[in-house]
């Protein structure tokens, strides 16, 4: 009896069990077609077919927001997001003076919406065509790095083509690791401006107590507005552009949602690894998910410690805290989830059946050898794993020295033919570096720099010599002191610190760049050719993955077919819908949560201090209880938030929740502590999604922080 109930955890587990697969699957929309049958049983009132069409409602209305999701809620551009999504936004546009993440914003009018940060990006999905025969004609019969090269430059080409209409970004993506290859066509628009964010207390009420954790009551939302030029064609920010008019844009439904209702989401995941091998499922759980929190704990450290004796530190680094804290958290949920559903142990048993089966079919002499091949490339990519981290990290939560690697980098590859230069660093690229660069001083101070700086390089100072590299140590040093002495040189001689002077570095010649006598440019100079060696390395061993990981992919989708198993791709940070109901959570032995929060929480959790400061208007109206046509019809209560099994991943905040009719009920915002994990494996006993009801957003703005312009604009006028 014992094993049969191990063996239905497995499998739950793993999606096997008939009535949970259906709720899995982070769908491409050209996929739905072929779904339609479990997608009307499951509720959906709408044709599935014309999910597969991308211009058309409702996936036209959904957009991707930064690196995370929103969607067109009226014809005249309001943009639906996360306040964690804009808190860029937000924090870009906050001092001391007038702390909008703090004490939220209502725009008053259009005139008075508040510009994005300069390289905050909205984009507009218009096209999604296979490319795989293109991609792939000049890479077969080469292997790594050549086999990289030519995929790569196949993939420009066609971005090149793609991107001679003015306005459109393009990409090109790959599915199955390898085995297909799509182009995407996105409308950038690049003048988005704040007009309404609640306060801190409601936006983020709980902040990391509750980040992760159900039950939840927070207004999780922000409105942005989509401008573009008099032409009606992507602009930059000017006073006189006019709102963009979406194609289409979502309905609010004037009712909401229950338990067991139908639901259904559309976003932009950004990655998972369902797909991946089981050594890198173990990887993943016994070193790179410990080793990340640490550092990153370590990070958070230094900038509170900073924050708190200086408040304009604070508020400079609050968006860069924010992150950090909630990749802290996800990463130790996912540690978590990862071994409570014994993740290790079922993916290997799960690939030791897969090799075993595949020894049985005709398609084993060719395609064992393949998979043979890139075990042995992933063991060895584990040699230098901390090293690659440290250096990662060094360049994602640093902005001066970022900067100065990134100008380095575009002198370095302006000597190139445009066609030639690395992804990133071409002409097309130039605009958006631009705007990263003016906002430095917003997000930078020195002294917390240097202190993020010593963190992360006293770490690699106590790597094994194997790991070291020559020019790291000539410009750091080896010991404390000299990392030190280093880092107080460099600061107190660089002038990027000046806008104007990373603007001009930007359109600098190489040999310019070279003879540049700026103390951290000549930094990023010195470390730039080690940089650029291993990345040489790395690009020869993912040439040689692309290349081979389809055979991996081949077995794993015939063995997984042939068992009746979800077969989909893993998200890419590419348009997906997931659909599943409104469903409850018992999270362990006598603990189990109903799926609706309400007002009555956000009283209960209230203590006056942050996190759980909720503002005062908004507990007198609580208190006052006028909640006249927002209660719940079922319950009574005047609902905050709720719980669905959709299939999500990071990426998929501010992705709209749809009902049965493809009205707007809800705003993903967060997943449950328990399923975390579900980047790596989906286990419907736990995965749930947390979304913002949209019932408890239409009545913040009508009785607490009024906008009743906005209320009339998104077709659900105060009361």
């Given at each position: 009896m014992r094993k049969k109930t191990m063996g239905l955890a497995a499998a739950m587990a793993m999606g096997l069990a008939p009535?949970?697969?259906?709720?899995?699957?982070?769908?491409?929309?050209?996929?739905?077609?072929?779904?339609?049958?479990?997608?009307?049983?499951?509720?959906?009132?709408?044709?599935?077919?014309?999910?597969?069409?991308?211009?058309?409602?409702?996936?036209s209305a959904v957009v991707k927001v930064g690196g995370a999701t929103g969607a067109f809620v009226s014809g005249d551009g309001l943009v639906l997001t996360?306040?964690?999504?804009?808190?860029?936004?937000?924090?870009?546009?906050?001092?001391?003076?007038?702390?909008?993440?703090?004490?939220?914003?209502?725009?008053?009018?259009?005139?008075?919406?508040?510009?994005?940060?300069?390289?905050f990006r909205l984009r507009v999905t218009t096209g999604f065509d296979k490319v795989t025969e293109q991609v792939l004609a000049q890479a077969r019969g080469k292997t790594g790095r050549a086999y990289y090269d030519a995929v790569d430059a196949a993939g420009k080409a066609l971005v090149a083509e793609c991107e001679r209409e003015a306005g459109y970004r393009?990409?090109?993506?790959?599915?199955?690791?390898?085995?297909?290859?799509?182009?995407?066509?996105?409308?950038?628009?690049?003048d988005v401006?704040?007009?309404?964010?609640?306060?801190?207390?409601?936006?983020?009420?709980?902040?990391?107590?509750?980040?992760?954790?159900?039950?939840?009551?927070?207004?999780?939302?922000?409105?942005?507005?989509?401008?573009?030029?008099?032409?009606?064609?992507?602009?930059?920010?000017?006073?006189?552009?006019?709102?963009?008019?979406?194609?289409?844009?979502?309905?609010?439904?004037?009712?909401?949602?229950?338990?067991?209702?139908?639901?259904?989401?559309a976003g932009y995941p950004g990655?998972?690894?369902?797909?991946?091998?089981?050594?890198?499922?173990?990887?993943?759980?016994?070193?790179?998910?410990?080793?990340?929190?640490?550092?990153?704990?370590?990070?958070?450290?230094?900038?509170?410690?900073?924050?708190?004796a200086d408040k304009q530190a604070a508020i400079r680094y609050a968006s860069q805290l924010q992150s950090l804290k909630n990749g802290i958290k996800r990463f130790s949920g996912e540690l978590d989830g990862l071994k409570r559903s014994d993740a290790v142990e079922i993916r290997r048993k799960d690939e030791d059946a897969m090799l075993a089966w595949?020894?049985?079919?005709?398609?084993?002499?060719?395609?064992?050898?393949?998979?043979?091949?890139?075990?042995?490339?992933?063991?060895?990519?584990?040699?230098?794993?901390?090293?690659?981290?440290?250096?990662?990290?060094?360049?994602?939560?640093?902005?001066?020295?970022?900067?100065?690697?990134?100008?380095?980098?575009?002198?370095?590859?302006?000597?190139?033919?445009?066609?030639d230069r690395e992804t990133g660093y071409q002409q097309r690229d130039e605009e958006l570096t631009a705007g990263m660069l003016k906002q430095v001083q917003r997000r930078y101070d020195a002294a917390v720099e240097k202190r993020l700086l010593t963190a992360l390089l006293a770490r690699y100072q106590q790597l094994p010599d194997p790991q070291r590299v020559p020019e790291f140590d000539a410009a750091f040093g080896r010991t404390p002191a000299e990392l030190a002495a280093a880092l107080d040189r460099v600061y107190g001689a660089t002038q990027l610190g000046d806008e104007a002077q990373r603007l001009h570095w930007l359109k600098a010649a190489p040999d310019e760049a070279a003879r540049s006598d700026d103390a951290l440019l000549k930094l990023a100079a010195t470390l730039q050719p080690?940089?650029?060696?291993?990345?040489?390395?790395?690009?020869?061993?993912?040439?040689?993955?692309?290349?081979?990981?389809?055979?991996?992919?081949?077995?794993?989708?015939?063995?997984?077919?042939?068992?009746?198993?979800?077969?989909?791709?893993?998200?890419?940070?590419?348009?997906?819908?997931?659909?599943?109901?409104?469903?409850?959570?018992?999270?362990?032995?006598?603990?189990?949560?109903?799926?609706?929060?309400?007002?009555?929480?956000?009283?209960?959790?209230?203590?006056?201090?942050?996190?759980f400061d909720a503002p005062r208007p908004l507990l007198d109206a609580i208190a006052k209880g006028d909640y006249d046509g927002y209660l719940d019809k079922r319950s009574g209560v005047m609902p905050v938030d709720f719980l669905s099994n959709l299939d999500t991943t990071g990426g998929n905040s501010g992705s709209p929740v749809l009902n049965a009719h493809g009205q707007l009920v809800g705003l993903n915002f967060d997943s449950n502590w328990e399923a975390v994990s579900a980047s790596w494996m989906f286990d419907p006993r736990y995965k749930r999604a947390i979304h913002v009801d949209m019932r408890y957003m239409r009545w913040l703005m009508d009785k607490v922080y009024p906008a009743p312009q906005l209320l009339k604009e998104l077709g659900v006028p105060a009361r």
């Open positions: 009535g949970a697969q259906a709720d899995e699957g982070m769908w491409m929309p050209s996929q739905l077609p072929s779904i339609g049958k479990r997608l009307r049983a499951a509720g959906y009132q709408g044709n599935p077919a014309d999910l597969a069409d991308l211009t058309r409602p409702p996936l996360n306040h964690h999504v804009a808190f860029g936004v937000i924090q870009y546009n906050s001092n001391p003076q007038r702390d909008l993440i703090q004490h939220g914003f209502v725009a008053g009018d259009r005139a008075q919406e508040l510009p994005a940060n300069p390289d393009c990409s090109v993506v790959n599915m199955f690791y390898g085995r297909d290859f799509y182009l995407v066509k996105q409308l950038e628009i690049r401006r704040l007009v309404y964010a609640p306060p801190r207390a409601i936006g983020n009420y709980g902040d990391e107590v509750d980040n992760f954790v159900w039950p939840r009551h927070s207004g999780d939302f922000t409105v942005l507005r989509a401008y573009v030029g008099a032409d009606g064609k992507p602009a930059a920010y000017a006073r006189e552009n006019q709102p963009y008019h979406p194609p289409a844009h979502l309905q609010i439904a004037s009712e909401g949602v229950n338990e067991g209702d139908f639901v259904m989401l990655t998972t690894y369902r797909h991946r091998t089981a050594a890198e499922f173990a990887d993943q759980v016994q070193w790179r998910l410990p080793k990340s929190v640490e550092v990153m704990k370590q990070l958070q450290g230094v900038i509170e410690d900073a924050g708190r595949l020894g049985k079919q005709p398609q084993a002499r060719t395609l064992r050898p393949d998979i043979d091949t890139v075990a042995k490339l992933i063991a060895n990519g584990n040699a230098n794993r901390e090293r690659d981290l440290l250096f990662a990290i060094l360049q994602s939560q640093t902005q001066l020295l970022r900067s100065a690697l990134t100008l380095q980098r575009f002198a370095h590859e302006r000597a190139k033919p445009d066609a080690a940089l650029l060696r291993i990345e040489d390395q790395r690009k020869e061993r993912d040439g040689e993955l692309l290349r081979l990981r389809p055979a991996y992919m081949q077995a794993l989708i015939a063995y997984r077919e042939q068992q009746g198993r979800a077969v989909y791709p893993d998200a890419n940070s590419t348009l997906r819908v997931s659909y599943g109901k409104v469903t409850p959570l018992k999270a362990r032995d006598a603990v189990s949560y109903s799926p609706l929060t309400s007002t009555a929480g956000i009283v209960e959790k209230n203590t006056g201090v942050e996190p």
